[in-house]
Structures are given as structure tokens and as C-alpha cells.
């Protein structure tokens, strides 16, 4: 059993990680935007998905493998970095449009499939080594040694994994608040264009460091 001290502390540890923009983030803000509050779930779950996937790797000792492996870190970094730039360049040609919109009332787009947007936010959380290393090198630091370690672990990803789910409802919530601009094309497409920008940044500060 961790000692809510010592999760107290992963918490606050682990909020600036949180509140850096990131790919989860900008997930969010493009698919609310453009098709709605339902669209969020999904991305709250797939986020929360890959946290507990990178815990059950740490408790594993694989994620050590990987981050012991110059390789195998290069090798997962560059998939997670290819996979992000090729996904904010998909949202950027989504946000062009191909032709002038007929005259007439504007449509909201119909919503993505939920598993298309879970299955999104998954592997940017999952293909990203910096997510991996928080289990690896901060979790670490907030485990007692003569404890099981598995279910400390599964207490401090679950600790991470409400309050990633609550910074992101409350952003939820923010873009919501915006429901006037969100309703007009141009906003829409500018909101996608700066997300794919985020998410090919990412890919490529990823792909350097």
C-alpha cells in the first residue's frame, strides 16, 4: 500500500508533466471541436489506457528493456515520432478544404467513430518513450522497496490516471464554454490547423532528442 504521502507527492510530481501541452491535449481540443463534448471520452480513455499500459511495462521490467536499449529506445521513439507528425499531417489536409462550401446553413460534421479516437489517443500515449520514463524514473522515487511493488505501482498510475482524466474534462469543459466560435467552419479549421501543428512539433522534437 502506498502511503497517500507519498502519493501526495507523485501528484504534484507529475503535474507540470500534465500540464504541458501535448499530444493528448491537442487530440482533444481537434476532435471537440470539431464534433462535439462526445468526442471526449474517448480520448480521456485512450490516454488513461496507455498510462496503465506503460505501469504494467514498468511492473514488468520491459519498459526497463527499452530504456536500457539504446536501440530499442531509438526504435520506439522514432514509431512514436513518425506516428505523431504523420497524424498532424492527416488532421492539417482534413482541415483544407477541397472546394468552396455550397451556400447555406453550416452542419456540424458527423463524430469519428469513438474507437477511432480512443484507438488515437492509445498509441500517442503508448508510442511516446517520455510517457514510459515517468514509470521508470519518477514512480521509482515514491515506492516503498519492502512493499509489493505491482500494486504500488497500479496505485500511483491510478492516481496519475484521475487526474490526467480531470485536467482533461476540465478542458472539456473550457472548449465547451467557446460553443459560439465552435460552431463556425473557419474557427474549426483554424483549431485543426493548430493542432496538427502541435502534434507534428511533437513528432519532431520526439524525433531529435
Known sequence: MVHPYAVAGFLVA????????????????????????????PVILGTVTGLYIHAA??????????M?????????????????????????RSATPNAAPAPGPVRRRPPK???????QALLANVLNPKAAAI??????????PRQP???????LATAHALLIALWLTVWT??????????????????AAKVTSAVLIALGIRGAVT
Open 68 to 92: 536500457h536499449s539504446s536501440v530499442a529506445f531509438t526504435a520506439v521513439k522514432l514509431i512514436g515520432a513518425v506516428y505523431l507528425i504523420g497524424l498532424g499531417l492527416w488532421t492539417w
Open 14 to 41: 507529475v503535474l507540470p508533466l500534465i500540464a504541458t501541452p501535448g499530444a493528448s491535449l491537442a487530440l482533444l481540443i481537434q476532435h471537440v471541436t470539431d464534433s462535439g463534448r462526445g468526442q471526449a471520452p
Open 57 to 66: 511495462l514498468a511492473a514488468a521490467g520491459l519498459s526497463a528493456l527499452v
Open 149 to 155: 511493488f505491482g500494486t504500488q505501482i497500479l496505485t
Open 135 to 144: 514509470y521508470l524514473t519518477l514512480v521509482p522515487q515514491f515506492i516503498a
Open 113 to 119: 467513430g469513438s474507437d477511432s479516437v480512443f484507438t
Open 173 to 190: 469543459f473550457l472548449i465547451l464554454r467557446a460553443s459560439h466560435a465552435l460552431r463556425r467552419p473557419r474557427f474549426k479549421r483554424t
